[in-house]
């Protein structure tokens, strides 16, 4: 089957393309456009391109960074100020999948995959898209709801705030394969300390339901407290609640829901 | 359906292709330029035996359009033979036991290809990161790292 090969030199006029066929897609690293051609997706029929600098710009200067959405995980690892970011991107596929895959592409990785986006969701992260009618910034919470509808819009850009400290932001995928597979589960957070007590938690879960959420109970159990193995352990016994995992060949959805609370207990405590 | 035409550096020699919309480097390779060995394995990014170097990276050809190569130099397996001889990769794997069935050698190959470019004498811990991406279901993993474990001390003592 061949399909329509459409190259711009500009987002603008890829938006325009991609926001007038409801059978194009936008091609970034490949991973996930070239891999439904190759299944033969019948449900695509135009390819978008665009060979816009700006897509592979990173700004990582200053306490907000933004992350180009054709940056690819390898040059994420290759950014020395990035290194918050490294655990994930370093999670994700072999080397020539880190070379190829992009931050705008992992927004639309179904599971088992996705979890860069993981972690930018823990970051409250927001997102820059570019529809047919011109550009808006959503937070990537609301993205991820709509995701399903967003297949006529570009992400041109994801930016983040740097966490205050290491400490602060927390990562670990649980995958059946090292040092790569896919996600059983996966796991971020984000625990801004204020005053010895946690402030503004944010806990987001990869592979616990069709796209990524946030563990809003165990948030719930963690705000304002110190972060201590009581506190731990009630935010573990919430970690399940509001997740709706399925069933795959990496784990069953009740196993999900037995294990999501340990990990997240563990990556609270610092524990391997 | 229109073709496109297409150029770029195959192993060090300028090829022309005219390629169909969609078409995968690897397709390009193998039916339309002839050099069978990247292999076909998922289709999926998940095998690892279709890689291939792009301007000096390793990419996966099959979730590669070919025509984004455009202009670029992509090395393949067959870029290692130097006359008679064997590159000292593929010596360390004959060697080693490092082939059994050897569909995944050309990609264990490029991987491998791809760490010692970068990092001449790497740790067991970093080879075993770079073929991470790359399946052998024959002998395992532990005679395809010491081969290239070898391969990189040849190098390092030559």
């Given at each position: 089957m061949t399909v329509t090969v459409k190259t711009f030199t500009?987002?603008?006029?890829?938006?325009?393309?991609?926001?007038?066929?409801?059978?194009a897609r936008y091609l970034g690293g490949g991973t996930l456009v070239m891999r439904a051609l190759n299944e033969g997706d019948i449900s695509l029929s135009t390819v978008v391109r665009a060979n816009d600098q700006a897509l592979t710009r990173i700004d990582s200067s200053g306490p907000r960074i933004t992350l180009g959405a054709g940056v690819t995980f390898a040059r994420i690892l290759g950014e020395r100020d990035l290194a918050f970011l490294h655990a994930p991107a370093r999670s994700i596929g072999g080397p020539a999948v880190r070379n190829m895959g992009t931050v705008g592409g992992n927004l639309f990785a179904p599971n088992p995959y996705g979890d860069f986006t993981v972690a930018l969701l823990a970051l409250d992260a927001t997102v820059a898209l570019q529809g047919g009618f011109g550009s808006r910034d959503i937070p990537i919470e609301e993205f991820l709801q709509s995701r399903d509808r967003q297949a006529g819009t570009l992400v041109l850009s994801v930016s983040c705030t740097r966490p205050?400290?290491?400490?602060?932001?927390?990562?670990?995928?649980?995958?059946?394969?090292?040092?790569?597979?896919?996600?059983?589960?996966?796991?971020?957070?984000?625990?801004?300390?204020?005053?010895?007590?946690i402030a503004g938690a944010r806990i987001a879960l990869g592979s616990m339901a069709p796209t990524q959420i946030r563990a809003r109970a165990a948030e719930r159990a963690l705000e304002g407290r110190?972060?201590?193995?009581?506190?731990?352990?009630?935010?573990a016994s919430a970690a399940a609640e509001g997740?709706?995992?399925?069933?795959?060949?990496?784990?069953?959805a009740w196993y999900r829901r037995e294990i999501v609370g340990v990990h997240l207990r563990r990556l609270l405590l610092g524990q391997e | 359906m229109a073709k496109t035409a297409l150029q770029f550096r195959h192993n060090g020699s300028d090829v022309a292709i005219f390629v169909d919309g969609g078409t995968n480097l690897l397709v390009a390779l193998r039916e339309l330029i002839g050099d069978m060995t990247p292999k076909f394995g998922c289709g999926q990014g998940g095998c690892g035996t279709c890689s291939v170097l792009i301007d000096g990276e390793l990419h996966l050809s099959c979730l590669t359009?070919?025509?984004?190569?455009a202009g670029r130099s992509v090395e393949t397996l067959d870029s290692l033979k130097q006359g008679p001889n064997l590159h000292p990769l593929q010596r360390a794997f004959a060697e080693n036991f490092a082939?059994?069935?050897?569909?995944?050698?050309?990609?264990?190959?490029?991987?491998?290809?791809?760490?010692?470019?970068?990092?001449p004498s790497p740790s067991h811990a970093e080879?075993?990161?770079?073929?991470?991406?790359?399946?052998?279901?024959?002998?395992?993993?532990e005679p395809?790292?010491?081969?290239?474990l070898a391969a990189s001390g040849g190098r390092a003592s030559a």
């Open positions: 500009s987002s603008s006029e890829a938006a325009a393309a991609l926001s007038s066929d409801r059978n205050t400290s290491a400490e602060a932001f927390r990562y670990r995928k649980i995958a059946r394969i090292k040092p790569k597979g896919g996600s059983v589960i996966t796991l971020a957070a984000h625990l801004p300390i204020s005053g010895g007590r110190a972060l201590d193995a009581a506190t731990a352990a009630a935010a997740t709706s995992p399925s069933d795959n060949a990496l784990g069953s | 359009l070919a025509e984004t190569v082939a059994q069935c050897g569909y995944c050698t050309p990609g264990m190959l490029m991987a491998a290809k791809a760490l010692l470019d970068r990092n080879v075993v990161e770079a073929i991470s991406g790359n399946i052998c279901r024959c002998t395992g993993y395809i790292i010491n081969a290239i």
